[in-house]
């Protein structure tokens, strides 16, 4: 009997503990301050609002309704992204099969480009995690494939209806109203109707010289692959460069930072963070006001802001050959939409694996994630033409030295997946080295 009852008695205090006991006792002051900050800032919506899907969770991650995603047009995409057989019309003809889209995008620097500007064709050399990448100085400069910004990363691009820095490629979202440019800026494949991240699958085959076309697809065993992605699409009609970036696009998207200590926190592990982490990640959500704009899964609204950051022309190493469109892409999204309240004004970039990218802003003009910090939390600007746009969040931070400690931290490490290595194939479908085929890069990442 007295068993019986010493059972009854730890039966109930079993039951009487369910699992909010448990998550009060596992939350810290800080937990419950930084929980308290995340409700408010999740449009009522909870902690999920930032919680990035896992990159097979299909139905979770945006997409284009035009192009739904399936796991064959996502593998077919991993294989495109990676391979350099693509590099088909280069200028320069010995430059044929050296450079891929992961030229500018390789996952050692976490889909950002490894030096302060991006180099496709004419580009030679890896290094460890991409800062090899050098200018080959043997070729005409007008053959080199520079762009006049900073490649963003991959990671995380779902979570945005426009490309590019200025937002101009995309049919939806932020360009509802800005058809009338669309031709003006060398961009009428918009009215076909399709998401940026799409667009940019298309307009990047054009401006980085990549071929993509039936010719390429039968010589490097890509025909199965394209069969089973677009088995909706007629014969006729499947073996072209849109379904190639519809493909890539679609890969792209699949490119989430689901699995660093942050996104742990969110999901209700108190112990991924430190307690400096937490401190940053208030800092973060509360008086850094860095989620007026840092929202949502990516940390990345769909708006343009100026915060005057400088461009290419005031930083070192960097060559600008478009002098004329210059002042354009100086200007942002204004340079796009032609309005003067839109000027300097660029797209908020998401804020994973930041410490891989090296360098920062569209210009590249800082080189840590502190100087950044430390630059809007100060007045002065690198470009004073922004002062008439400039956001209010610069300059108004009052940050102390520890807050901006623990801000670093929290962003460097906290935002930090380190397992992008999953995204990689391990071969692509040629044979070729890649992300890079010249042969300094064949001798820096150890190709055969």
């Known amino acids: 009997m007295k068993n019986f009852y010493l059972l009854s008695i730890i039966f109930l205090l ?9 998550y009060e006792i596992a939350r810290s ?20 609002f930032f919680i990035l899907p896992e990159s097979d969770d299909f139905n979770a991650i945006p997409q284009d309704p035009l192009n739904p995603l399936n796991t ?56 460890f995690a991409g800062e090899g990448r050098r200018i080959d100085l043997t070729m005409p400069l007008d053959s080199v494939d520079l762009q006049p910004v900073r490649p963003p990363t991959l990671l995380n691009v779902a979570y945005q209806e ?32 399709f998401q940026g991240v799409e667009m940019q699958g298309l307009i990047g085959q054009t401006t980085h010289r990549l071929k993509i076309d039936e010719e390429f697809i039968n010589n490097n065993g890509y025909r199965w692959l394209f069969n089973k992605a677009f088995e909706d699409v007629a014969e006729v009609d499947r073996y072209t460069p849109q379904n190639a970036a519809l493909a ?56 343009f802001h100026a915060f005057g950051f400088g461009h290419f022309d005031d930083s070192i190493d960097a060559v600008v050959l478009d002098d004329a469109g210059f002042d354009d892409v100086k200007k942002g999204r204004g340079g796009f939409t032609g309005n003067s309240a839109d000027d300097y004004k660029f ?34 600007l690198q470009d ?52 890079n085929a010249d042969d300094q890069s064949k001798l820096d990442l150890g190709c055969d």
């Open 14 to 22: 079993l039951i009487s503990c369910d699992d909010t006991d448990d």
């Open 29 to 48: 002051e800080l937990d419950i301050r930084l929980d308290d900050l995340l409700e408010e800032r999740a449009n009522g919506e909870g902690k999920g």
């Open 72 to 127: 064959y047009k996502v593998a077919l995409g991993q294989f495109l992204v990676h391979e350099t057989a693509a590099g088909g019309v280069p200028k320069m003809e010995q430059m044929e099969g050296t450079y891929s889209c992961a030229s500018c995008h390789p996952v050692a620097s976490s889909f950002y480009a490894g030096v302060r500007q991006g180099v496709g064709e004419s580009g030679i050399g890896f290094g």
């Open 162 to 193: 426009t490309a590019l820095w200025n937002g101009m490629l995309g049919a939806t979202g932020p360009n509802v109203g800005t058809e009338s440019r669309w031709t003006a800026a060398g961009i009428p494949e918009n009215n076909l109707g």
């Open 248 to 303: 890539i696009a679609a890969f792209n998207r699949t490119l989430l930072a689901s699995r660093s200590r942050w996104q742990f926190y969110l999901k209700g592990d108190y112990t991924a963070l430190t307690d400096k982490e937490k401190r940053g990640a208030i800092v973060f959500a509360d008086k850094g006001q860095c989620m007026n704009c840092h929202t949502g899964p990516a940390l990345k609204d769909q708006e």
């Open 347 to 380: 797209k908020t970039p998401t804020l994973y694996n930041l410490k891989d990218a090296g360098f920062y802003g569209h210009g590249s003009t800082f080189s840590t994630i502190e100087e950044v910090i430390r630059y809007k939390n100060g007045a002065s």
């Open 384 to 435: 004073n033409n922004a002062i008439n746009n400039i956001a209010v969040e610069k300059g108004t931070l009052n940050l102390t030295e520890e807050e901006i400690s623990d801000l670093v931290f929290f962003v460097e490490n906290s935002l930090y997946d380190p397992e992008l290595s999953r995204y990689v194939p391990e071969s692509v479908k040629s044979g070729n080295c890649f992300p």
